[in-house]
């Protein structure tokens, strides 16, 4: 059984700076598994984020072929992409992106709002208690810890039961004790069968990972 | 958690932002309505003083100028134009006539300048002319010294049948003979006097302001006005009360267009305004809206986000300015009385008539500069990338 659920086939991504042409990735190939738990790492500018835009349909690349659940999108229109995005990915960036004046229930179910999801008010309560913020369900972020503001956002990021989970430097605003709280919902997340890719430049911390690929210079060092 | 309760939490985030710009769409709201309401009223007052409430179907003024005819039978202006009581005589044979009253109508302003108070001298058949002549008290002038009082100036004088009433201007006293009922119009702030006393009041003796004809037959008007006219010299002129009451239309005219220029001005400085806000409301959000972008908002989705805070403020605005319109009407009513109108209509006359209608077309306006000042912003942070989001700055 084909159990692939992202693929890379010699994609490249290049900007353009000035009359300078900057490769960002360079020829990556890269085949992820469902249920996969996935540390990107690298040094700052190595290519890692972009890399992870690439497989979370943000950016298109500029060579090559990126298959989300065997499906190419990297020529498809904004609007097929968008439905990718809503209903396949979740994405939990090192900024929140909470808003403030919304409780985290209501953070946590606007991804809901735009799948026309019926169920999302009890679905976002189902997924505070389980990144264990069951009792915080009323709160605004501003009443919240840095830790609890992103478990919100990763309770916010699977409202949708997507199959993949993308984070960038999900820990890069946190203390230590709350990574590591971070880093075990997403164990507990994986254990449940979630396909998880974390883009992180703490080696200590991609430690809790079942594959770590270290990029340089726009290129897979090691998978 | 509903799209228009995530708008209104949005907007609920910069809580002086959003106040302020209630706050312009309520006055664009409010000045709307009221420019409206007050176009209306005055226009109606006048048709309603002039046309309805003298109860003449024909008017036969002098003068060249229709503006003057209409002047001095709206509010006693002053012309050196006169109809001598002769013509009197010319018109009554003419047999599509049914009534005819002289009168001799004038104004006097009060010593402290604070009041201007019209005379007119009248004759027996104004009983039978004006529908709305009533006596709430007493009846017809008994000497030549009385006087009849519309129920506002019996009100504002604070006087009854057989009180006497001193008319500073002529030193002269009056014995009140009767009070009319309201006819809620220009009536009502009249004193009114035998003819005969009028013209002598200001030494104009067999001189007539103008002469209020009623017809046998209202269908056949225009036969009657060309039967009149044929009876009298060629500077003479036939007028209907609403020829009349186009003609002080007319005269405003110039202040309406003006006031209508002003109002549309305000408009697109109001789009403007909230267009701008609006602008600086969603690129602060920017990042944001790339987020949203990131977790499956289409481009519907976000122009929904950005019309539904746009509509909860123009809703808020427009409820707050038709609201502060009806409560301030009479306020800016006696303010526009005061400043502008004086004594064109009567005093007891609506020149502020707010309705249903003029708060639905305010409605409907005020919707549309909020859509079309949110449409641009809204087309241009849809299509935002989601790239943005993780985009350093």
Known sequence: MNNKIIELKDVSKIYRRGSENICAVNKVDLVLNKGDFCAIVGASGSGKTTLMNLIGCIDNPSVGTVKIKNTDVSGLPQKDLTKIRRDTLGFVFQQFFLIPTLTASENVQIPGLFAKNTQRIKRAEELLDLVGLSERIHHRPGEMSGGEMQRTAIARALINSPEILLADEPTGNLDSENAKIVFDTFKKLNKAGLTIIVVTHSKELAKNADKIITIKDGKIQTD | ?393
Not at chain 2, 91 to 100: G, L, M, P
Not at chain 2, 157 to 172: A, T
Not at chain 2, 359 to 365: C, E, G, H, P, R
């Open chain 2, 1 to 393: 958690m509903k799209f228009y309760q995530f708008a209104f939490k949005n907007l609920i985030r910069s809580k002086t932002r959003t106040l302020l710009t209630v706050l312009s769409i309520s006055m664009t709201a409010f000045i709307l309505f009221m420019v409206l309401s007050l176009n209306r009223g005055f226009e109606s007052s006048v048709k309603e003083d002039l046309v309805e409430g003298i109860g003449a179907h024909l008017f036969i003024a002098r003068g060249g100028c229709p503006m003057d005819a209409a002047s001095i039978i709206a509010q006693g202006g002053i012309s050196p134009m006169y109809i001598p009581e002769e013509v009197l005589q010319k018109i009554q044979d003419v047999e599509s006539i049914k009534h005819i009253m002289p009168f001799k109508i004038f104004s006097i302003t009060t010593s402290d300048g604070m009041r201007t108070d019209i005379f007119c001298g009248v004759t027996k058949e104004v009983e039978q002319m004006k529908g709305k002549w009533k006596y709430q008290k007493g009846g017809w002038f008994p000497n030549d010294d009385s006087v009849i009082l519309g129920a506002d100036i019996a009100v504002i004088e604070q006087r009854k049948v057989g009180d006497k009433i001193y008319v500073e201007h002529f030193d002269k006293e009056f014995e009140v003979a009767g009070i009319l009922e309201y006819a809620y119009n220009q009536d009502d702030g009249m004193f009114f006097l035998p003819l005969k006393t009028a013209q002598k009041l200001i030494n104009r003796e067999g001189k007539l302001s103008a002469i209020a004809v009623s017809v046998e037959d209202i269908d056949n008007l225009d036969f009657s006005k060309m039967e009149i006219k044929s009876h009298l010299a060629d500077d003479y002129m036939v007028l209907t009360p609403e020829a009349i009451g186009n003609d002080v239309m007319n005269f405003f005219n110039s202040t309406r267009t003006i006031m209508f220029a002003v109002l549309f001005f305000t408009l697109i400085v109001s789009t403007v305004g909230i267009a701008n806000t609006i602008i600086t409301m969603i690129y602060e959000r920017r990042k944001e809206f790339a987020y949203l972008k990131c977790v499956g908002a289409s481009f519907h989705d976000i122009y929904k986000i950005i019309l539904y805070e746009s509509l909860i403020l123009c809703k808020t605005g427009i409820i707050i300015g038709i609201s502060s319109g009806i409560l301030l009407s009479s306020l800016f009513e006696g303010y526009v009385r005061k400043f502008l109108l004086t004594s064109y209509i009567s005093q007891t006359a609506e020149i502020i008539r707010p309705g249903f209608d003029i708060a639905l077309i305010t409605m409907f306006i005020v919707l549309v500069i909020g859509l079309l000042a949110a449409t641009y912003p809204a087309i241009k942070i849809s299509k935002i990338m989601p790239m943005e989001a993780i985009r350093n700055e």
